[in-house]
């Protein structure tokens, strides 16, 4: 069995899920890559050790059966003596209940068979004389599978003891989470406390190892998570616990498991360390090396750092976050004029900005639009970097016309002459999810519409909030009105072609929430967008740009799907080891 371990141990480390919960630390990487193997490792060692696989056997043991029979006496006795409440005989465990093989020495029992049992209640609220006193009370949010819990959030009086029914825990008394998400989480008490009701505490009986009991309802714990399974609340009950059939090993063969288990879950814990480590290496390996493109000085700079990253490429790009590294620094190279070669026979780009300028002042004069107040002059410290021959210095609202959607809340409306109004909540995947967003009025739709007309190719950016930055492109021909978004349209798509703006706001909204104003909720206003410097290409190059942006890009998701590929295989592997288990 500990071949499926150490033979396996590139797949445990390298198996990986983007975004999901990692093993025993439970959080997230920095990367947004969790652990999964490792995840997967730790199910299995628990597995192997609640099944009697993890360490061998000793004939010399005294056998569980003893063991029990010795607890039952135990028992006995402390209810004779008035220390513990006699309990409805448990029923007889059927064959059916019994999941797996034993080894010679175990037995199978009920866990109310070792272990005193019991939940907590919570004070009444309304009476402070309950709170704030002298003794732990906690709740099951507190339980994170810690072997030394200490120190609540709250505390209880002495009052609250003697009058609310709260059963007082003892140090070593094994503690698990019976509702909610909570379900199946565990904790060691280090003190003497007290719970709520959404918590049960169990009191070992001699002859059994409390964190032997530990370990071994972790290996239990989707067992208790299926139980819970179901309505609003999930939730399993004291009932539910002490009647779950659980294996019992001999008393020496727990501690042997035990340190077992402490163990591999070390060597878990370095083999995570030595992840993250390479992971973050490789991701500032990759970044620094993608920035020697952006901050060439000219073209031959830039062809002698590409040659470096090309000759390893295969080893470069090898995670979702690296290719998207890659994604990133082809936009920035794109709106420095890094991407593709200028054509010195190009029309310049100050001969494009003086025809859109026309174009502007035939719209005003023809009343399509209100004469903007004249934009302040660049000045040579907003100039982030030096332009290609042929390039020019502008701002965004001299290229494209930046307006916002509707402030005002306008009613909802059912029934026919209703249109769909769009906020950014609406953006799915570059998309306008029409079929979740609210409907208003025919009325305010026009009324809207005098200031916020949508068209097709406009672009729908989100100035406000946790999406800060998305944006969608509309594709289709229907009306609709837009709340809180930022509206971007054109003075003509010849001039500024809508897939060469896309390509810029996409490089915008990269950094744009590092550069948002305000905290808990962060935005950029419409003044802020209509001011930012761009640097514009000649027409002609704009479409070459484009052109080899999508190629690149093209590129970037065949990398992408060979990573999903992999990653699946890898976690499929893992998953269908744990199964042969």
Known sequence: MEKLITEHLELWTSAQKKKAAGGRGRGKKANGQSAYGIKKLRELILELAVRGKLVPQDPSDEPARVLLEK???????LVVEGKIKKQKPLPEIGEEEKPFELPLGWEWTRLGEI????????????NYEYYNGGMSWFKSGELNDNEELSKSEETVTTKALNECSLRVCLPGDVLIAMYGATIGMLAILKEQATTNQAVCACTCFRGVANRYLFMMLKGWRPKFQNQGAGGAQPNISKIKIINTVVPVPPLLEQHRIVSKVDELMALCDRLEQQQDDSQATHHTLVKTLLATLTQAADAEALAEAWQVIAAHFESLFITEESVDLLKQTILQLAVMGKLVEQDPNDEPASVLLQKIAKEKERLVAEGKMKKQKPLPEIGEEEKPFGLPVGWEWCRLNNVIDVRDGTHDSPKDAIGPNTYPLVTSKNFKNGKIDF??????????????????????????????????????????????????????????KEYSPPSFIKKFLEHLALDLQSKAIGGAQPFVSLGYLRNLVIGIPPQNEQHRIVAKVDQLFTL??????????VTVTQTHIADAIMTQV
């Open 71 to 77: 607890i039952a006496k135990e028992k006995a006795r």
């Open 556 to 565: 970037c998701e065949s990398l992408e799907q060979q990573i999903t590929d």
């Open 115 to 126: 272990g005193e049992w019991g939940a907590g209640s919570t004070p009444n609220r309304k």
């Open 435 to 492: 079929d979740n967003s609210r409907r208003i009025s025919e009325s305010d739709y026009i009324e809207i519409s005098k200031r916020s007309f949508v068209e097709r190719e406009d672009i729908l950016f989100s100035m406000i909030g946790g999406n800060l930055g998305n944006q969608v492109m509309v594709d289709d021909e229907r009306p609709f009105s837009v709340k809180n978004v930022a509206l971007f349209k054109y003075y003509n």
